[in-house]
């Protein structure tokens, strides 16, 4: 699944993608990806691309939250959990820096 969203959010041309390995920081799931698109049509449009080719692979639909705005949408994906922004509000929240906590670097770049 890691895998097929790195690849999905690398087809669709986003911005800055980050992916934080969650194991042994939390149990909400293994990964943790943060993307950023150019607009809020770009960033729902990614969501809703990503959203079918999840549902092609597992079969259900995943819980998303924040599409009618599309500034920040969150992705349910099971064991990884996907947050794609407009770049203003990636800086605002700066997810990247409050999960590095304990590494040397805010996660791997993919």
Request: aromatic fraction near 6%.
């Amino acid at each position: 699944m890691h895998r097929l969203i790195l690849t999905s959010l690398d087809d669709d041309q986003a911005v800055e993608t980050v992916s934080i390995p969650l194991a042994g920081k939390s149990s909400i799931a293994d990964y943790m990806v943060v993307a950023s698109g150019r607009s809020t049509r770009q960033v729902a449009s990614m969501a809703q691309k990503l959203a079918e080719k999840i549902k092609a692979e597992r079969g259900h639909n995943p819980r998303i939250e924040g599409l009618p705005t599309a500034d920040w949408v969150l992705i349910d994906a099971g064991d990884v959990i996907v947050h794609l922004f407009r770049p203003e509000v990636r800086t605002f929240y700066n997810l990247e820096r409050m999960w590095a906590f304990g590494d040397s670097a805010p996660g791997g770049s993919a």
